[in-house]
């Protein structure tokens, strides 16, 4: 039997986001504001990552167990806990990076004992972008292939995020053909194969590295599905639109949530677009979805 709903693996930081009223301080980073959402669903999850031993390091690790998440496989570094700038935003938030801590994120076999226990293993971009995070994930991919996890990637690459041995071209496109459930946005997908297309064009791509399932998200033009290379177009819900930040973590973690209660592929998106409804009516990356909990 599986204990743990969810495992993800990437950043954890601190988003800097400049309001018309000044700049706020939030906790963020994608596989956080994922692990946060499904725990306020009620899902056991764990999350894997690094901060700085700093003040900013302490207010995630709060922040995290206020929402009853454990925080024994979120390592302590010697680097400074990183840091995002973003700006409210009604469109896809630019982002400005201060990378410290979070690809400092070492293997050890408790890791690997927490994946095979999971059913989802969740990662990220950020920790492919350098070691030893990098190393780590290609390790617990192995992990959850041996073990039956499935294997969720959100690739939120981007080029400032790239360093000398970050994954790149051939290697992430192999990398690519691993993976169980993919959720990239459309600007996403323009960074990753460094092309304008339409979403016809990108699906093309994603479903040539043979991904059982591709959730391609088009902001204000709803999502496109490829279930098996079976593709479907459901239109967006939101209506209200107050900050976008975390609005694609939000829609991953109704998905999931869906997912694994075995819903179908119609309800499951729905839901996400609930939950992404929610996220685009509060600044900065957390959802107020707890009244959700009943619905998952």
């Given at each position: 039997?599986?204990?743990?709903d969810?495992?993800?693996?990437?950043?954890?930081?601190?988003?800097?986001i400049?309001?018309?009223?000044?700049e706020?301080?939030?906790v963020g980073g994608?596989?956080a504001?994922?692990i946060i959402?499904?725990a306020?669903?009620g899902?056991?999850v764990?999350l894997i990552?690094?901060t700085?031993?700093d003040?900013a390091g302490?207010?995630?690790r709060?922040?995290?167990k206020?929402?009853?998440?454990?925080t024994d496989?979120?390592?302590?570094?010697?680097?400074?806990?990183?840091?995002v700038?973003?700006n409210?935003s009604?469109?896809?938030?630019?982002?400005?990076f201060e990378?410290?801590?979070?690809?400092h994120?070492?293997?050890?076999d408790a890791?690997?004992t927490?994946v095979?226990?999971a059913?989802i293993?969740h990662f990220?971009y950020?920790?492919?972008s350098?070691?030893?995070?990098?190393d780590?994930?290609?390790?617990?991919?192995?992990?959850a292939?041996?073990h039956d996890?499935?294997?969720?990637?959100?690739p939120?690459?981007?080029p400032?995020l790239?360093t000398e041995n970050?994954?790149?071209g051939?290697?992430l496109?192999a990398?690519?053909?691993?993976?169980?459930?993919?959720?990239?946005s459309?600007?996403d997908?323009?960074?990753l194969?460094?092309?304008?297309?339409?979403?016809?064009?990108?699906?093309?791509?994603f479903?040539?590295?043979n991904?059982?399932?591709?959730i391609l998200?088009?902001g204000e033009d709803?999502?496109y599905?490829?279930d098996?290379?079976?593709r479907?177009?459901i239109?967006?819900?939101?209506?209200e639109i107050v900050?976008?930040?975390g609005?694609g973590?939000a829609?991953?973690?109704g998905?999931?949530?869906?997912?694994?209660s075995?819903?179908?592929?119609?309800?499951?998106?729905?839901?996400?677009?609930t939950?992404?409804?929610?996220?685009l009516?509060?600044i900065?990356?957390i959802?107020?979805v707890?009244?959700?909990?009943?619905h998952?």
């Open positions: 039997m599986k204990s743990i969810c495992v993800a693996l990437g950043e954890v930081l601190i988003d800097l400049t309001t018309e009223e000044g706020r301080e939030l994608s596989p504001n994922l959402n499904l306020q669903l899902h056991p764990r990552s690094a700085g031993d003040a302490m207010v995630i709060n922040r995290l206020h929402f009853h998440i454990q496989s979120i390592t302590k570094v010697a680097y400074p806990t990183s840091r700038r973003l409210q009604l469109a896809t938030p630019v982002p400005t990378r410290g801590a979070d690809f994120i070492e293997y050890h890791l690997a927490m095979k226990a059913r293993f990220t950020w920790p492919l350098a070691s030893p995070a990098k780590t994930v290609f390790k617990l991919i192995d992990v292939k041996a996890t499935l294997i969720s990637f959100d939120n690459y981007h400032d790239h970050g994954l790149i051939p290697e496109m990398l690519l053909t691993q993976i169980d459930v993919i959720k990239p459309l600007d997908a323009k960074r194969f460094e092309m304008d297309g339409t979403k016809e064009t990108f699906m093309d791509r479903e040539a590295l991904i059982p399932l591709i998200t088009l709803g999502v599905i490829s098996h290379k079976v479907t177009h239109p967006a819900k939101a209506t900050d976008t930040t609005a973590d829609f991953m973690a998905f999931l949530s869906k997912y694994l075995q819903s179908t592929l119609t309800e499951a998106v729905a839901f996400a677009q939950m992404s409804a929610q996220a009516k509060t900065g990356a959802a107020p707890e009244s959700l909990k009943g998952r």
